[in-house]
């Protein structure tokens, strides 16, 4: 089995930032990830990543793949399923039964879309119910659609479907947006979108499509709303499942980190949306992956051969 210097696993702006740097420091890098991109790819419209003015999510993702491999950086197309200790170095485990020997990993990978879980979701899910605005957006022409969700993603949801949608209903539990005062302002302009705060759904309904949402506001008041898409954008979850037992994680289950992205596992680090470092943005996590990287050449330095 050949050695590598370090795995990297996830394939977002951390994943990517982290191999182009430990590239660059010659290590032995091998990238683990089922897509590159991310994040990015479910993101319509970029607009606060320096020196990329294109904003397609889809379009960042395809220059992250071309310098990956300007700089011929091993991609695996897999998922990390498991990492063990192997000595003072680690193995990583994937999805299909493949092992990779590496003396270090830098973790970026483990976060999916959290669900509203309640009845319907399920049933209709890829058929009505939806993760992607950006996959999706198009089957929501002249349609009535939903938005679940008060950040960044939920309203730039809204502003693209409000191009496609009759009739766009944003729906917060909270009585509150998290997203930035600039995207709240450009929805509001959008005269299809309806805000709907401090309401909770309930159920989705149908029988072979989606047709409606059971609400329920603060008092307790449930109404049957008419719909034919729901796009969930209530934020993520961190999954480390690979990493159990060897890092110390928050009550999130993100992975603890220090300035140097050192995790409680002398020789594994960790960056990104996976970590309990504030701020989840493409930028910032880019990055964390590029401090990773450095951070374990100068461990491998100090470690020796």
Not at 32 to 59: A, D, K
Not at 128 to 146: F, N, R, S
Not at 228 to 236: A, C, D, L, S, T
């Amino acid at each position: 089995m050949e050695t590598y210097d370090v795995a990297i696993i996830g394939g977002g702006p951390a994943g990517v930032s982290a191999a182009i740097y430990a590239k660059r420091k010659l290590l032995r890098t091998v990238l683990i990830s089922r897509e590159i991109g991310g994040q990015v790819l479910l993101t319509n419209n970029i607009e606060n990543y320096p020196g990329f003015v294109e904003r397609s999510g889809m379009r960042l993702a395809e220059y992250f793949e071309e310098q990956l491999k300007e700089l011929s950086v091993e991609i695996v197309e897999d998922a990390a399923k498991e990492i063990r200790r192997e000595g003072g170095s680690f193995i990583v485990v994937c999805g299909e039964g493949r092992e990779f020997l590496c003396r270090s990993v830098i973790a970026t990978g483990g976060s999916s879309h959290k669900r509203l879980n309640v009845p319907g979701e399920d049933e209709f899910f890829g058929r009505g119910v939806y993760v992607c605005a950006t996959c999706d957006a198009p089957l929501a022409k002249d349609k009535i659609v939903a938005v679940v969700g008060g950040g960044n993603a939920a309203f730039q949801s809204a502003d693209l479907l409000a191009r496609y949608a009759s009739k766009v209903y944003l729906i917060h539990r909270r009585n509150e947006f998290r997203a930035d005062g600039i995207l709240v302002e450009r929805v509001k302009a959008h005269k299809n979108v309806e805000m709907m705060t401090g309401i909770v759904v309930r159920e989705i309904r149908g029988k072979d499509r989606v047709e409606s949402m059971l609400i329920e506001d603060s008092e307790g008041r449930r109404i049957e709303i008419p719909v034919q898409k729901v796009f969930v954008e209530i934020g993520r979850e961190v999954k480390l499942d690979y990493m159990k037992g060897l890092v110390q994680t928050n009550q999130y289950g993100q992975a603890i980190v220090d300035r140097l992205q050192r995790t409680s596992c002398e020789g594994i680090f960790a960056a990104g949306e996976i970590t309990d470092l504030p701020y989840g943005q493409a930028i910032i996590s880019a990055g964390q992956g590029a401090v990773a990287a450095l951070a374990v050449f100068d461990y491998l330095s100090k470690k020796g051969p």
